[in-house]
C-alpha cells in the first residue's frame, strides 16, 4: 500500500511538472508566431526559433537577446528602404502615368514624399532646370510688373514736334503768351491751371508757336530753338498727356505670371502621386492656355481702342479659345504620350489665330511707325513661340542622343526658354503700344 501510494505521489508531481512545462511551451510558441508575424512585415523574411529557445533554463535572456537582435534588424531595413525608396530611377521603372519621354532614360523622381519632393528643388534630376527656367522666367515678370507700374513714365510726342524749327514762323505765340498772362494772377490754384491750360488746346497752338520774324533764323538760333523746343515739351506734357487704361498689359503681365509659376509648381510636384499629377498637369496646360490668351489682349485692345465692335470681336474670340482649350485639357487622354503632336498642335493654332487682328491693324494704320514697330515684336515671339513648340513636339536633341541629355539640355528644358524669350519680346511690344496710344488717343 505504502509503494502504490509513493507511485501515486510520484506520478501526481510529474504531471503537475509536465504541465507547467507546456503552458511555458505554449507562451514560447504564441511569442515566437508574434515575431515572426513583425519580422514578415518589417524584414520581409520569418524567423524561426531555435531548440534552445524552449529551454527553461536562461529563458528570459535569450527572450531578450532575441528581441535586440530583431530591433538592430528592423532599423537597419528601414535605413536601407529609405535609401533605396529616395534613390533616382530608370525610366523602366516608372509607374505607366510618369512615363512621359523614352529619350531621357535616367534620373527620374518616382512617387516620393511631399517633404522630399519639395526639397529636391535643390537637387540635381531630369527636372530640375525644368523648375528653374519657369520659377526664375515668373521673378523676371514679377519684377517687370512692379517696374511697370511705378517707373515706367508718362511718354511725350516728340515725333510731333521734329519739324519745330520750319514751322517758328507762325503768329500763334502771341495768343500763347497772352493766354498765359491772363493766367497769371490764379497761378497758386495750380488744379485750375491746369484744367484752363487742357482746354487751350495747346497741341494746336505748339503747332503754330512763333512769330515769322524768327523764319530766317541761323544756325546758332536753330540750335537755341531746338532747346527751347525740349524745354516746352517738358513744361507743358504732363498736363498735357492723359494716359490710357492699363489693364490690358497688365492682364498680359498676370498670364504670364501665372502661366511661369504653374508649370514651375507642376515640374516639382507631380512625380508625387497619380492623382496629384493629373491636377498639375491640368494647371500646366491652364497656364498655357491664359499666357496665349491674355498676349492677345494689348495688342487687340490699343489698336482697336477706337472701334468697339472688332476690339470686343477679338477679345471674345480668344477668351472663348482659351476656355474650350482648358476645358479639352481635363480630358484624361489629353496627358497621353501619344497625344503629345496633338497638343503642341492646338496650342500652336491658339497663337496662330492672332495673325487676323495683326493684319488688320497693319490695314487700318499703315504708315504708322508704332505699327510696324510692334508687328516686328509680335513677328519675333510669334517665331520663338513656334520654334518652341516645334522642339517640344519633336523632342529634339534627346532623340538623336537618347540618355545624353537627361540633365540638361532636351526639349522640355529649351522649350521653357523659348517661352520666356517669346513673353519677354511680348512686354516690349507692350510698351510701345502704351506709348502710341498715350500720344495719339482716339
Not at 52 to 58: A, E, I, K, V, Y
Not at 181 to 201: A, F, G, Q, R, Y
Not at 261 to 271: D, E, K, N
Not at 280 to 293: Q, T
Amino acid at each position: 500500500m505504502v509503494r502504490v501510494n509513493g507511485l501515486i505521489k510520484q506520478g501526481i508531481d510529474r504531471s503537475w511538472h509536465f504541465g507547467i512545462w507546456w503552458k511555458n511551451l505554449r507562451v514560447r510558441l504564441l511569442t515566437s508566431t508574434l515575431l515572426a508575424g513583425i519580422s514578415n512585415q518589417l524584414q520581409f523574411h520569418f524567423y524561426f526559433p531555435s531548440p534552445s529557445f524552449f529551454r527553461m533554463d536562461g529563458e528570459d535572456s535569450n527572450l531578450i537577446e532575441n528581441q535586440q537582435a530583431y530591433s538592430g534588424r528592423e532599423g537597419k531595413g528601414k535605413r536601407l528602404w529609405k535609401k533605396v525608396k529616395y534613390q533616382l530611377v530608370e525610366y523602366h521603372s516608372l509607374p505607366g502615368y510618369l512615363r512621359d519621354n523614352e529619350y531621357i532614360l535616367g534620373h527620374y523622381r518616382s512617387e516620393w514624399p511631399m517633404k522630399q519632393v519639395l526639397l529636391s528643388i535643390f537637387t540635381i534630376h531630369n527636372e530640375t532646370l525644368n523648375v528653374w527656367t519657369h520659377l526664375i522666367g515668373f521673378f523676371i515678370f514679377l519684377a517687370l510688373t512692379i517696374y511697370t507700374a511705378m517707373k515706367v513714365p508718362k511718354v511725350v510726342d516728340l515725333n510731333s514736334l521734329q519739324h519745330f524749327p520750319d514751322i517758328l514762323k507762325k503768329p500763334d505765340l502771341h495768343r500763347l503768351q497772352s493766354e498765359l498772362l491772363t493766367c497769371l494772377p490764379s497761378m497758386p490754384d495750380l488744379h485750375k491751371l491746369k484744367e484752363e491750360i487742357s482746354s487751350w488746346h495747346i497741341k494746336e497752338l505748339l503747332y503754330n508757336c512763333l512769330p515769322e520774324r524768327f523764319f530766317s533764323s541761323n544756325h546758332t538760333d536753330l540750335c537755341v530753338l531746338h532747346s527751347v523746343k525740349e524745354d516746352l515739351v517738358n513744361i507743358v506734357a504732363p498736363i498735357m498727356i492723359r494716359p490710357i487704361t492699363r489693364w490690358p498689359f497688365f492682364a498680359f503681365l498676370g498670364g504670364a505670371m501665372f502661366c511661369l509659376l504653374a508649370s514651375s509648381i507642376c515640374h516639382l510636384l507631380f512625380c508625387h502621386s497619380e492623382r496629384l499629377a493629373y491636377i498639375m498637369l491640368r494647371l500646366d496646360y491652364a497656364g498655357i492656355a491664359a499666357l496665349i490668351s491674355t498676349s492677345f489682349y494689348p495688342p487687340v485692345y490699343y489698336s482697336f481702342m477706337c472701334d468697339p465692335f472688332f476690339c470686343n470681336l477679338y477679345l471674345g474670340f480668344i477668351t472663348v479659345l482659351g476656355i474650350a482649350t482648358i476645358l479639352v485639357s481635363l480630358l484624361p487622354m489629353f496627358q497621353n504620350p501619344e497625344f503629345r503632336t496633338i497638343r503642341a498642335s492646338l496650342f500652336f493654332g491658339m497663337g496662330l489665330s492672332g495673325v487676323a487682328p495683326i493684319l488688320h491693324k497693319l490695314f487700318l494704320f499703315w504708315g504708322e511707325p508704332e505699327v510696324f514697330h510692334t508687328t516686328g515684336y509680335e513677328i519675333l515671339m510669334g517665331a520663338l513661340y513656334g520654334i518652341g513648340a516645334l522642339v517640344y513636339a519633336t523632342r529634339i536633341p534627346e532623340r538623336w542622343m537618347p540618355g545624353k541629355f537627361d540633365i540638361a539640355g532636351h526639349s522640355h528644358q529649351l522649350f521653357h526658354v523659348l517661352v520666356v524669350a517669346g513673353a519677354y519680346t511680348h512686354y516690349q511690344a507692350g510698351l510701345v503700344y502704351l506709348r502710341w496710344r498715350d500720344l495719339r488717343g482716339c
